[in-house]
């Protein structure tokens, strides 16, 4: 019930923003066909002792029923070393087996990717929020974690080093492999890999507070040329021209830039997600809205009407200053 809850809220256009919902019958990568293919290994185990069983107990039911008019005592049996050895060692076996199979495809996922040629995001829950830093290249952004495509010959998997700056948050994209916690002093780790190049939708799994189910994720998985290109972009430090100075002066005297980190300015916060690039960004708040002039106003202005609970205080700007703020934070490409 969890499990579809939480799949049907994802794909409200409010939360998805359309195009792909996360479907776990839907595998874009070999991490996530591994789980589909074990899910229903289990599911046809399962459904083979639910047939037996029911059949068995309809069968009996029907068979030894009590019947009018015959009030003798059935037959009074005691003991039976056959039918207890088998009632014993048939749900051992069967517990068994699963347990095996389960466990031998944890394993296959949970070890290093299968190519040393991987790429490495390190992943960082916070409360409500995703970290993405690729220490590769020595940029950090935030809630888009951006791939290339593995082609099928050159297969580059995603390899994600998961931590957690407060509580416990999990990270989970259905199409793309299962759910994996981030657990704060330790580095969990996972790998995934698409493809195909789309747009896959993910959640944070593990309740965390308030705004636990406004904690999504998306994986823009894209093509290696454009991947390239973003990088570069990624890599490039902040450039702003004198237009939008006004909005700089006030973003770093509102105490904004004691949260946030802008490269190539003065700001470096390391509490709330790194601006240096914000409007290469499709959605601003993990995810809830999409990033443009009117919800960059809004969230500044009043971040508890978007996100009630949320850790972005509401500094009470005047609305010139939210307006030159905001001038400021689009032109941050
Ligand atoms: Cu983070 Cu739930």
Not at 201 to 217: D, N, P, S, V, W
């Amino acid at each position: 019930i969890m499990v579809w809850s939480s799949l049907s809220l994802a794909q409200s256009p409010e939360f998805s923003q359309g195009n792909d919902a996360p479907d776990m019958f839907n595998p874009a990568g070999p991490n996530a066909e591994s789980i589909q293919e074990i899910f229903w290994v289990v599911i046809g185990i399962c459904a083979v002792i639910l047939g037996l069983v029911g059949t068995t107990l309809i069968w009996f039911i029907a068979k030894y029923r009590e019947r009018p008019g015959d009030n003798s005592e059935p037959p009074q049996i005691y003991g039976s070393r056959a039918i207890e050895l088998a009632w014993t060692l048939a749900p051992l076996l069967t517990v068994t087996l699963l347990a095996v199979l389960v466990i031998a495809t944890v394993i296959k996922l949970r070890a290093d990717p299968p190519s040393t040629a991987a790429h490495r995001v390190r992943v960082v829950g916070h409360q409500w929020w995703w970290e993405l830093n690729y220490p590769d290249h020595g940029f950090t952004t935030a809630n888009e974690l951006v791939i290339p495509v593995s082609e099928p010959d050159l297969a580059k998997p995603i390899y994600l080093q998961l931590e957690s700056a407060d509580v416990c948050h999990s990270f989970w994209v259905p199409r793309l492999a299962g759910k994996t916690d981030c657990i704060p002093g330790r580095t969990n780790s996972m790998w995934i890999q698409a493809g195909e190049p789309a747009t896959y939708f993910g959640r944070c799994a593990e309740y965390c507070g308030t705004q636990h189910a406004k904690m999504l994720i998306r994986v823009d998985c894209v093509s290696q040329a454009d991947f390239d290109k973003w990088v570069e972009n990624q890599k490039a430090d902040a450039v702003s021209d004198d237009s939008v100075a006004a909005g700089r002066d006030r973003f770093m005297e509102m105490a904004c830039m004691n949260c946030h980190a802008i490269r190539g300015t003065r700001a470096a916060g390391e509490f709330g997600p790194d601006l240096t690039h914000l409007m290469s960004r499709k959605t601003i708040c993990s995810g809830l809205a999409l990033n443009d002039r009117e919800n960059l106003t809004r969230w500044i202005s009043k971040p508890d009407d978007l996100k009630k609970g949320c850790r972005m205080p509401d500094m009470r700007l005047t609305e010139p200053d939210v307006k030159l703020i905001v001038d400021y934070l689009l032109s941050l490409k």
